[in-house]
């Protein structure tokens, strides 16, 4: 199977913290930009984070900067998304997406593969 997996959602406090995982399948992600994506209830799919494919270049949306971390793993064939001071604003499914691409920086509507999602729920 050619796909990926996000893990790590779930429950957690305003102020607290989570890291997300995004695990290929069936290939290799060294050339491959990875981008995360969020979309809440009622709203659009929005850009989260993207990373290239190196790890050299990452770009964060404003809303999260100063709070998320975007990181790969090319050897775990993984990428992370570390999120801090988490805020109920952040509620939402997350998603990640792979775009092939030695150059590319943040995968397009277009990208080559999506993974299903995980719930990430900040409430009291």
């Known amino acids: 199977q050619l796909q990926l997996v996000e893990s790590g959602g779930g429950l957690v406090q305003p102020g607290g913290s989570l890291r997300l995982s995004c695990a290929a399948s069936?290939?290799?992600?060294?050339?491959?930009?990875i981008g995360w994506f969020r979309q809440a209830p009622g709203k659009e799919r929005e850009g989260v984070s993207c990373?290239?494919?190196?790890?050299?270049?990452?770009s964060y949306a404003d809303s999260v900067k100063g709070r998320f971390t975007i990181s790969r793993d090319n050897a775990k064939n993984t990428v992370y998304l570390r999120m801090n001071s988490l805020k109920p604003e952040d509620t939402a499914i997350y998603y990640c997406?792979?775009?092939?691409?030695?150059?590319?920086?943040?995968?397009?509507?277009?990208?080559?593969?999506w993974g299903q999602g995980t719930q990430v729920t900040v409430s009291s």
């Open positions: 997406a792979a775009h092939r691409g030695v150059f590319r920086l943040c995968p397009g509507q277009n990208a080559d593969y």
């Open positions: 069936g290939f290799s992600l060294d050339d491959y930009a």
């Open positions: 990373i290239s494919s190196s790890g050299a270049r990452t």
